[in-house]
């Protein structure tokens, strides 16, 4: 069964402190790794795709990389705004398209 | 913007009754998956219309179907409704192999 599991599950940082939140998946055969950040009681919103390990990708001040067991969402010097959870979701190369998500990582970055 | 909308935004509704929730993405966009999201969790899948047609479900029980239309529109029905189905309920429409999601019903079940 495919499975994604994040760590940490929240996140305390100091504004201009930069961290990384981590994803460690197992899925049978990957199509793609998805990153989501959701603000409270809103829709995901979609931020990056990994297909293949040693893929990089960046935006802003987040760059996810993939690895062949887990993913890291490095956040360079965050800011307030920054502030959500970020989800991560695997989906597999059969099947339906299905995305299986991760509960989440809860950051908060405090001015 | 994603370009998918939901319909309505919070609902509450009792136990035992049923609901529709509706979801309306852009022209061409053939694929639509519903997810269920309770608090503090991750989103489930529950399943998923390319072209009308179910093209695969996640582990939810039948009183839970769904409906796609030639308007890219859909819906998710849900019969005799349990308090654990209280959540916030997505809708993503696939453009690029990208799953772009809606802002999400709210369901409160009394």
């Known amino acids: 069964e495919d499975q994604v599991t994040q760590s940490p599950e929240a996140l305390r940082l100091q504004e201009g402190e930069s961290s990384s939140l981590n994803c460690s998946y197992t899925?049978?055969?990957?199509?793609?790794l998805f990153w989501y950040r959701q603000d409270p009681g809103k829709g995901p919103e979609f931020l990056f795709t990994l297909y293949s390990a040693g893929e990089e990708k960046e935006k802003e001040r987040l760059k996810a990389t993939l690895t062949k067991k887990e993913s890291f969402l490095h956040i360079t010097a965050p800011k307030p705004e920054d502030s959500a959870t970020y989800l991560c979701?695997?989906?597999?190369?059969?099947?339906?398209?299905?995305?299986?998500f991760g509960k989440g990582t809860k950051l908060t970055v405090n001015p | 913007e994603t370009g998918v909308t939901q319909s309505p935004t919070h609902l509450i509704k009792t136990r035992g009754q049923q609901v529709t929730l509706r979801c309306s993405s852009q022209?061409?966009?053939?694929?639509v998956s519903w997810y269920q999201q309770a608090l503090g969790q991750g989103p489930q899948f529950i399943f998923q219309?390319?072209?009308?047609?179910?093209?695969g479900r996640g582990n939810f029980p039948p009183r839970f179907s769904g409906l796609q239309f030639p308007n890219y529109s859909s819906e998710l029905n849900v019969n005799a409704l349990e308090l654990d189905d209280s959540a916030l309920y997505l809708c993503a429409s696939t453009r690029g192999g990208e799953q772009y999601f809606g802002p999400g019903t709210r369901l409160t079940v009394t």
């Open positions: 979701a695997v989906q597999a190369r059969s099947g339906s398209e299905k995305l299986v």
């Open positions: 022209s061409g966009h053939n694929t």
């Open positions: 219309y390319y072209r009308e047609e179910e093209n």
């Open positions: 899925v049978s055969g990957l199509r793609g």
